[in-house]
């Protein structure tokens, strides 16, 4: 099977491109090459195709592959409480220390942002931790995906998916209907839930943040997915979203990614947590 243009010309590359462009208006051409390639590599070897290049006619002719494409190109896997050590960092360090914050000033709430959140288990963890400690400190998540995360915000599992879930969160924050379970109406109540890109040059935040402002920010395995250059927009964005001294969590895999970003410092080595060094006298 042949993945590689021949060099120096105008590839099937740019046809498979321009292809998903048309059908899902979809800029592939932002995502880390080997990632592109390795899904395309899959999608050529079911479809019983063997160049790059009759994939990208066969692409072209064909809507049905062009959203098996689509969706072999969205990862969207995430569990409750998914890295184990970052969330015990924020729950034992990083969100007592947001929320006592917040409760000398007197004013305020603590303000998240899961960017990135897909079917929702990351933003409901921590709206459980911080439910746990925020007492009379207010606090708001806002959760975001390229699309929007209806099934985030409908907030339904079934009991295979609660695996990492603790049993007393599990009795207070969900109830059980039939064979699933569903987050409480409290919960509900702090996380709203929208459609984002990242790349989204024309805007700074979540409409629905209104200002940004954000204590902590997760974007955990999305960074991965895309090119050095979009990664960087993607960071840059994040940071600047961030209030003074707020904290920034990603992936496991992409702590090597962040660790050399100028604006960030490393919290916990091996937690994938960072802070914003431009923290205010
Ligand atoms: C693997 S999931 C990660 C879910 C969760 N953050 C976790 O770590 O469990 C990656 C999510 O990032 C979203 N994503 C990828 N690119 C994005 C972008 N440019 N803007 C917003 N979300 C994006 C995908 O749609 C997908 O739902």
Redesign the pocket.
């Known amino acids: 099977m042949q993945t590689q243009d021949p060099p120096g010309t105008v590839g099937p590359l740019d046809t498979i491109v321009r292809a998903m462009a048309g059908s899902h208006g979809l800029d592939i051409s932002r995502y880390e090459e080997a990632f592109l390639r390795a899904a395309i590599s899959r999608r050529m070897e079911a479809s019983g195709v063997a160049t790059l290049a009759a994939y990208g006619e066969h692409l072209e002719q064909s809507a049905p592959e062009a959203g098996r494409l689509f969706r072999s190109l969205?990862?969207?896997?995430?569990?409750f409480f998914?890295?184990p050590l970052t969330f015990a960092v924020l729950e034992k360090l990083i969100l007592p220390g947001l929320v006592a914050g917040k409760g000398q000033c007197g004013s305020g709430e603590v303000r998240v942002w899961?960017?990135?959140?897909?079917?929702g288990?990351?933003a409901w963890s921590l709206a459980m931790l911080l439910e746990d400690m925020a007492g009379p400190v207010p606090y708001r998540i806002f959760a975001?995906?390229?699309?929007d995360?209806d099934a985030a915000r409908a907030g339904f599992y079934h009991a295979g998916e609660l695996g990492n879930v603790r049993l007393r969160h599990l009795t207070k924050y969900f109830s059980e209907q039939d064979d699933s379970f569903s987050i409480v109406p409290r919960l509900r109540d702090r996380v709203d839930f929208s459609a984002?890109?990242?790349?989204?040059s024309s805007s700074a935040s979540p409409a629905a943040s209104i200002y940004g402002g954000f204590d902590l920010i997760?974007?955990?395995?999305?960074l991965f997915?895309?090119r050095p250059e979009a990664r960087q927009r993607?960071l840059d964005k994040l940071s600047r979203a961030l209030s003074p001294g707020g904290y920034f969590v990603t992936?496991e895999a992409e702590k090597a990614m962040v660790a050399g970003q100028k604006t960030f410092r490393a919290v916990l080595q091996p937690a994938a947590i960072f802070q914003t060094k431009n923290v205010s006298p």
């Not at 969205?74 to 569990?79: A, G």
């Not at 899961?114 to 079917?119: M, Q, R, T, V």
């Not at 984002?196 to 989204?200: A, C, N, S, T």
């Open positions: 969205r990862i969207d896997h995430s569990e998914r890295n899961s960017a990135g959140c897909a079917s288990q990351e975001t995906d390229l699309a995360p984002y890109d990242l790349l989204d997760l974007c955990c395995n999305v997915y895309y993607i992936g």
